[in-house]
């Protein structure tokens, strides 16, 4: 079973314990108004133009002929400004932990390893169990990045192969989670309580996105669910915004802050 990959990070300090590689799986199950990443949302690769730099020369669609062209629409190597690339690269399970294991000896040297982010990627369980295994087999350090949402039999499978989690709560209100995300969050908070149980180390994690999660009722209840265990705030990405028109869609905050 191949992985979609839209970027491999090197080398991160915020994504978990010491200097990491960082692996964003394509798709997720959520549709979080403030995602930072929306080219992680669909599973499959798609086009990103920086259109704001665009010279409208045409030259992306004078080759009809070429293989990009075909599929997305732009001849994406025509560009004479680079400013076209598909996201969502193919690896095989064993590509992928080749190229993370070449690291080993730096990512060791600074007591770091790799971090599976996204995306979501529970979403490519299979891929990520088997290219978990073969790391695993290296001794690499591995770190998830979760928002939680995946049967509780895949979430079981995946964390018996990770070393640490960063596992996001972010809205306890059900209702306001799926108005905000696109899904409820039952399965979100049964995953954490199976989290809080594993004996693998962890951290909760909550975005500060303003007036929806960072209200007043809202925390509280988190720092009641999350009592006993780690839970850090994360600031809100001013940014967060900046690759959606390279996608051709609107950042959708902007809408529910018209709510
Ligand atoms: S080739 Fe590049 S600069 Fe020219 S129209 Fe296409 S995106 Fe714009």
Not at 156 to 172: G, H, N, Q, R, S
Request: proline share 5%.
């Amino acid at each position: 079973m191949n992985g979609k990959i839209f970027d491999i990070k090197e080398f991160s300090v915020h994504d978990g314990p010491g200097g990491r590689i960082t692996v964003f799986l394509k798709g997720c199950p959520l549709k979080c108004l403030w995602c930072h990443n929306p080219e992680g949302q669909s599973l499959e690769s798609e086009l990103m133009v920086k259109r704001s730099f665009c010279k409208g020369c045409g030259a992306c669609v004078r080759n009809k002929e070429s293989e990009t062209y075909k599929k997305y629409g732009r001849d994406v190597s025509a560009c004479p400004e680079n400013l076209i690339s598909v996201v969502g690269k193919e690896y095989t399970p064993s590509e992928l932990a080749d190229k993370i294991i070449s690291y080993k000896p730096l990512l060791d040297a600074m007591g770091g390893g790799v971090t599976f982010s996204g995306g979501e990627p529970l979403m490519q369980y299979e891929f990520l169990s088997e290219c978990a295994d073969i790391l695993r087999e290296n001794g690499v350090h591995i770190a998830l990045e979760t928002c939680g949402f995946a049967k509780s039999k895949v979430f079981t499978e995946i964390l018996a192969k990770v070393d640490y989690v960063m596992y996001d709560i972010k809205i306890m209100d059900s209702e306001k989670h799926k108005l905000y995300t696109g899904c409820p969050n039952e399965i979100i908070l049964q995953n954490a309580e199976l989290l809080k149980k594993s004996g693998v180390p962890f951290v909760f994690r909550t975005p500060m996105i303003p007036n929806i999660t960072d209200t007043r009722d809202n925390l509280e209840r988190i720092e009641e669910f999350t009592k006993g265990f780690s839970w850090e705030k994360i600031p809100y990405n001013e940014l967060a915004g900046a690759k959606y028109p390279h996608l051709d869609r609107t950042y959708s905050l902007e809408i529910s802050e018209k709510i």
